[in-house]
DNA sequence: ACAATGCTTCGGTTACCATCGAAGTATGAA
DNA sequence: TTCATACTTCGATGGTAACCGAAGCATTGT
């Protein structure tokens, strides 16, 4: 009986509500203090010590000492990886802690997830780079195709850099709000950082929502349409379903 | 603070340990009765209709009585896929719970991931199957090329049948034991049923291992060869890493 | 009708762990 | 040096949930 990973020791460490509030706030890719991630928590910062001790130790979160101060963040992209999953899977069967909140409606429709772009714009992105033919789906995965490697380069995205790593460039991840795909993997990533730079969007101080300016939105919805058009939130067909 | 899906619910229901042990009995894609689950999660019966209990709450679980039985199994596929993707991750950094013990090794050769073929076996079909061209390894996603297609047809694979359905053909499963990947999707849960209905392997009367003939284990190193060839255990060259 | 099996419910016990106050350490500022 | 901030460690407390024994249903077999 006591073969095989040790699973219940991850779920433990992500079964108490004040780690999986920490670990959700730092789903915003930012690294984060003890007392924020207390806040983040509900709890004080003694108790979230305690807490951030045992991440640590489950090799879930890294920690960089920064004079006076302790940044925490995600230990690496597979945890992120792993609580996108998790979120998927609660948001599929309606596990939703749904006290819905004023900041809710921007989270829906765009925000940071790790460190690319979820929600409604995230999964319109992609809708749209597959329609257009930039991105191919095959099976559960995403491919870039060289048309859109091109078109990406007019945008500024330099494919290049990314296919030396070792990362997948395109994956994708399943949107708990919208419970379809958006594009994960190091191009999601520099998509979102390209969009900061350009000074499209900012995010915002504490929570994962990602602001658009009212022009850039514009642009945004230019450069991402979608073939049933006619408004932005509920479309028709399902292209890169799950 | 109270966005978003509730991990730490299903965190909490998979960090207890005869929880945890529970589903990992399930993986075996067989449906067991309460009193087989209290055994594999070193429980009474009473404890282990508790959790049973939270565990369909919570979705995670489905039952069927059938008579004076009750048989559990995992709810859908959705819960193999989370729970495969966590014990990939806990693998991943070295959380094991490593009490060797003597079925270890049939375990790690090959065994059921829910539905489909993992362990050594599993790693190696997947590499043969993309070194000679029947599968297309494209970012992390898989895809059935037109000549595996003709090619699984002669081992008594129609692909139309898997097609159809709204479940991925191919996907890739992190092998937990060789940290390498495995194909799952309706394909590879169609190629162990086929071994299965050739009688070339059978399952094990309480642990996911999956036994081949010796007869039946030739036939399939034969079916499935590595290029690097010389034995089966170590091999260079990483085709369909991660 | 009676016994046996499979499972659930109830009640009480126990153990763990999240929590916070208070005190201790480290870094930086005045 | 002294004070302030950021964080950790210690100790005590309380609540929760895992656990099992015993009793209660339900189904099957004789």
Redesign the pocket.
């Known amino acids: 009986m006591k073969e095989g990973p040790d699973i219940a020791q991850i779920g433990a460490l992500i079964g ?3 780690r999986a509030n920490m670990l959700t706030a730092l789903m915003g890719g930012k690294a984060l ?3 924020e991630l207390a806040a983040a ?1 509900g ?12 991440l640590e130790a489950g090799q879930l979160l890294a920690q960089r000492k920064q ?4 940044y925490f963040t995600l230990a690496d992209d597979g945890v992120g990886k792993l609580l996108e999953s998790i979120m998927g899977f609660a948001a599929g069967r309606g596990h939703l802690r749904h006290r819905p909140g004023p900041k809710e409606p921007a989270l829906r429709k765009a925000r940071i997830c790790y460190d690319h772009l979820a929600g409604d714009y995230g999964v319109r992105m992609l809708d749209s780079l597959v329609a257009k033919g930039a991105i191919d789906v095959i099976g559960d995965g995403l491919a870039l195709t060289d048309k859109g490697e091109s078109e990406l380069k007019c945008i500024g995205i330099d494919i290049g850099d990314l296919k030396s790593s070792r990362r997948p460039l395109c994956r994708s991840c399943l949107d708990w709000s919208e419970r379809r795909a958006h594009l994960a993997g190091s191009l999601g990533k520099a998509l979102l950082s390209n969009f900061f730079d350009k000074g499209w969007a900012r995010r915002t101080a504490e929570s994962r929502s990602v602001i658009f300016s009212p022009e850039a939105e514009r642009q945004f919805l230019m450069l991402f349409p979608v073939e049933f058009a006619g408004g932005l939130t509920p479309r028709e067909g399902q292209p890169a379903q799950l």
């Open positions: 108490d509500p004040a203090t003890a007392t928590g709890i004080t910062v003694q108790t979230a010590s305690s807490h951030l001790a045992k004079g006076r101060h302790r």
